[in-house]
């Protein structure tokens, strides 16, 4: 239950009263700021509080939007202001110094106005978007204590009404514009409009959201959660897998029909949390993780398929390969998101001219499509599953995905180097998160060349010479030799070399997707060159678990909570120490060993890691993260 604080005298005609009970608000009535302040005394510390104005009026979906969106301490529009319990300590304070009277002024001086007075003395008297017609009102007790948590720091989120109204009527008169400008809008279209987000992919935007807002619509009518429309999401695709796993065309046909019904739900499901604000922890948790968990059991299905349907084994190694290059290419965005997320002095001339292509129509579905996002990435697998086969789908996904790869991480190299930014200590840290390091690596940064004046680019040139070192051991000699071995050894040396200092450098980023990319191919290349059967599903299982702990350190970071604890990344030995351990397993194991060594990882690695990560968050409160931005490619 949350509760709303009804402040001013009581208005002829309809009232805000029934809106806010509508919204699902306890409702109580307060005439000045000493009872305000006295009601929220009364009201138990753990509710959300809202203060509206009697005089409101505007939308109901203006008042949804600055009430009861659950990611924001404290939110306002014209005539409403809310405070979660994080931030009622700020408003008890500022409603407490509301409700001291103003000493009187001299009589020969004007009379004093507190700082906020001034703020909406100056608001706009009219216009569209955020406040609407007439909110230049007497002053009104929400408006002046949101200006009051502003001057001291409280942000105070506003959100984008566009036609929206939220006003504060001073008369009848103006009471009457406001009603008529309520009612000129349209406001479920503008609510569903506003349920899909800003910027999507061209199948997204163009075969998908037409429809799918009106089903999350339909859901939300009907008591419906984003988390169950997730968990429907997921449930379909993994039905999909299994038909792909059939190895039947009638059972392609289904898999790929299904895994587009999986990516109509997996819309419908953010669609849903932004019709109804039903954003949450878990929530942004699920939606995350349950997108890669769809797409690599698909590929296991068709892996399966192909088996089943007369191919080889072989196919597993596509299978593999794809997932690692989708994998690499994620963490690609998340590193150099991560290392430019505060970054100042952003002048490169790469990013001008991108923004530039971005105000000419056709080049910005162009480049959008060119990055393969999930809508694309999905429709292109679901027909190629449904018209082809296993062999000829994981051939075009890995050319599309690499060739996405290539344009994106080349753009952002030139980024990058053309760009005169300095990164922050909160960057540096993430991308070592990010980095995964265990103790091997954090021994050998630890070492004298800590404090040692290194190269600009000294950080990626040594994750780029360790897995190059690595990469090439993997091949050399007859399988089984104790090559790999060595060369995982450099690798660990060279990887602590890299993180001994913090990643501040123009191409630091770099250096997580490069780990990333030696890990994953080592485990891929020996599961390979073993030729033992069952050694590639095995290793697509390790590869698996390893991923998902990577994206659940991305989606912790992105959380403002840090990577998962210290005792985790060191249990699981960090990046270095599995790559040792994958080669050592290999040298020493051939056969059905070797198989079942890596399938007793897998297990462990995954038990460990999925086990820490639901603990974290079911329990944690971690904030929700939702991308707005647009599809993840």
């Known amino acids: 239950m949350s509760t709303a604080i009804v402040t001013g005298p009581p208005v002829v005609g309809p009232s805000v009263v029934d809106d806010l009970r509508t919204l699902g608000f306890d409702v109580r009535q307060a005439a000045d700021a000493a009872e305000v302040a006295r009601e929220l005394a ?36 014209t005539g409403a202001l809310t405070a979660q319990p994080e931030a009622r300590a700020a408003l008890v304070r500022a409603a407490h110094a509301r409700a001291i009277p103003t000493p009187t002024a ?8 507190h700082p906020a007075d001034a703020v909406q003395a ?87 959201s037409p429809y799918s807002r009106y089903i999350a619509r339909w859901c939300a009518r009907r008591g419906l959660t984003p988390n169950q429309v997730t968990t429907a999401s997921l449930l379909t695709a993994l039905i999909a897998a299994g038909c792909a796993a059939t190895g039947t065309r009638p059972g392609f046909v289904a898999a790929g029909l299904l895994l587009i019904a999986s990516f109509v739900l997996d819309c419908t499901d953010g669609q849903l949390a932004r019709y109804s604000l039903q954003y949450s922890t878990l929530g942004a ?12 059991a698909y590929y296991a299905g068709l892996a399966i398929g192909a088996a089943r349907g007369g191919g080889s084994d072989d196919v597993w190694t596509l299978a593999l390969a794809a997932m690692v290059l989708q994998t690499c290419r ?31 129509g056709w080049t910005v579905w162009a480049r959008r499509m060119v990055v393969l996002p999930i809508g694309e990435r999905w429709a292109m697998i679901a027909v190629l599953t449904a018209l082809t086969t296993p062999r000829i789908t994981f051939y075009a996904l890995l050319v599309g995905c690499a060739l996405a790869a290539c344009y994106t991480t080349a753009g952002r190299v030139l980024r990058s180097l053309s760009r005169t930014a300095v990164r922050t200590d909160r960057a ?23 404090r040692a004046a290194l190269l600009p680019f000294a950080a990626p040139l040594l994750a780029a010479v360790g897995t190059a070192v690595l990469v090439g051991s993997l091949w050399v000699g007859e399988p089984g030799t104790w090559w790999p071995v060595l060369g995982g050894a450099v690798y660990a040396l060279c990887a602590g070399l890299a993180v001994a200092q913090p990643l501040k450098g ?44 990577h994206y659940d350190t991305v989606y912790r970071i992105r959380g403002g909570t840090g990577a998962p604890p210290a005792w985790l990344v060191r249990m699981t030995g960090g990046h270095e120490g599995r790559v040792l351990v994958v080669t050592v397993i290999a040298a020493l194991l051939h056969g059905t060993g070797f ?39």
């Open 42 to 77: 009364a009201t138990p510390a753990h509710q959300r509080v809202a203060l509206v104005d009697a005089r409101f009026a505007g939308h109901l979906h203006a008042l949804r939007l600055a009430l009861t969106d659950p990611r924001f301490p404290a939110a306002a529009v």
């Open 106 to 113: 001299p009589t020969d001086a004007p009379p004093a106005r």
């Open 122 to 208: 100056q608001a706009p008297a009219d216009g569209p978007g955020a406040s609407g017609p007439d909110t230049a009102t007497a002053a009104n007790l929400p408006d002046l204590i949101a200006a009051d948590l502003a001057a001291a720091d409280v942000p105070v989120h506003r959100p984008e009404l566009g036609v929206l109204v939220a006003a504060v009527p001073a008369d009848e008169t103006a009471r009457a514009r406001a009603r008529a400008a309520v009612a000129a809008v349209d406001e479920e279209k503008v609510r569903l409009r506003g349920a899909v987000k800003a910027r999507d992919g061209f199948v997204t935007t163009f075969l998908v």
């Open 285 to 296: 948790w699920l939606d995350a993780t349950f997108d890669r968990a769809k797409e690599y």
């Open 330 to 360: 994620h963490v690609v965005d998340f590193s150099f998101n991560e290392a430019n997320h505060d970054a100042t002095g952003n002048n490169s001339p790469t990013a001008a001219l991108s923004d530039r292509l971005n105000t000419v």
């Open 428 to 450: 540096a840290a993430a991308l070592a998160q990010l980095a995964d390091s265990g103790p091997l690596a954090e021994a050998v940064s630890r070492g004298p060349w800590r």
């Open 506 to 549: 123009a191409l630091d980023w770099l250096v997580p997707p490069l780990f990333r990319a030696a890990e994953y191919v080592t485990i891929l290349v020996l599961a390979a060159r073993s030729e033992v059967n069952g050694a590639l599903p095995a290793a697509f299982g390790l590869v698996s678990a390893v991923a998902y702990h």
């Open 595 to 633: 198989t079942t060594a890596l399938t007793a990882l897998a297990i462990a690695l995954a038990l460990a890691v999925l086990i820490e990560s639901i603990r974290f968050w079911v329990s944690s409160g971690a904030p929700a993260v939702h991308d707005e931005s647009g599809e993840p490619a």
